[in-house]
Every structure is written in C-alpha cells, then in structure tokens.
Nanobody, 125 residues
C-alpha cells in the first residue's frame, strides 16, 4: 500500500487543521491506519489509529477529546481532524499502515510497514 499525506500548515493555538492520508494499493478490513508525529529532537510518537474494517479508534491520551481519526472507505482515505491545537502539537505528522489485528501493537511505529511522507504542522502561541 502506498500512502500520501497532506493538510499540514501553520495555525494559531486553539485553531484546527485536518490531515488526510490517501491510500493506494491493497487495503483489507484488517488494515490498521495510524498517525504518528515527530517533533525536533524527539522520537516518533503515536497519535491515533483506526481499524479500516470495523472503525475502532485508538488515541494517545494527550489528544483525546481534541483529535478525531476517521476513514472514508470509498475514497480510501484516512483523516485526522485536529481541534484546539496547542504549541506542543507542533511536529511532522506521518500516516502509516499495517496489516493484522493486535491492539497491543498499534502504538509503536516499529509495527507499521508502510509510511507516507510527513506533513508539517506548526502551532503558534
């Protein structure tokens, strides 16, 4: 599967952005789509994930209630709606994909085999 991320930009604190990740190639109901982010000097960290078939979602605690991950099966696209953005959300955001259910593995970038290019999100204070 090939992934193409878009939608980053510069926004003031409290603002919103929506990231998109278009997938081409083979996707299955067991495909897991994830969003990760990496700030300068920090490790890549999990943000959110969604199961392509069932729509189950997973979030890191720091974004719960502010970010929403969703998918459009017809468009083969996953979205990350980011509201109430904070300066600490500033990072390069990556979408990723893996095959197979195992919720214990959704949170580590090591368990994803397919990656899109990053898109920069900058939140000014």
């Amino acid at each position: 599967v090939q992934l193409q991320a878009s939608g980053g930009g510069l926004v003031q604190a409290g603002g919103s952005l929506r990231l998109s990740c278009a997938a081409s190639g083979r996707t299955f109901s067991s495909t897991v789509m994830g969003w990760f982010r990496q700030a300068p000097g920090k490790e890549r960290e999990f943000v959110a994930a969604i199961i392509w078939g069932g729509g189950n979602t997973y979030y890191t605690d720091s974004v719960k209630g502010r970010f929403t991950i969703s998918r459009d099966n017809a468009k083969n696209t996953v979205y990350l709606q980011m509201n109430s953005l904070k300066p600490e959300d500033t990072a390069v955001y990556y979408c990723a994909a893996r095959y197979g259910y195992n919720s214990a593995t959704y949170y580590s970038p090591r368990n994803y085999g397919y990656w899109g290019q990053g898109t920069q999100v900058t939140v000014s204070s």
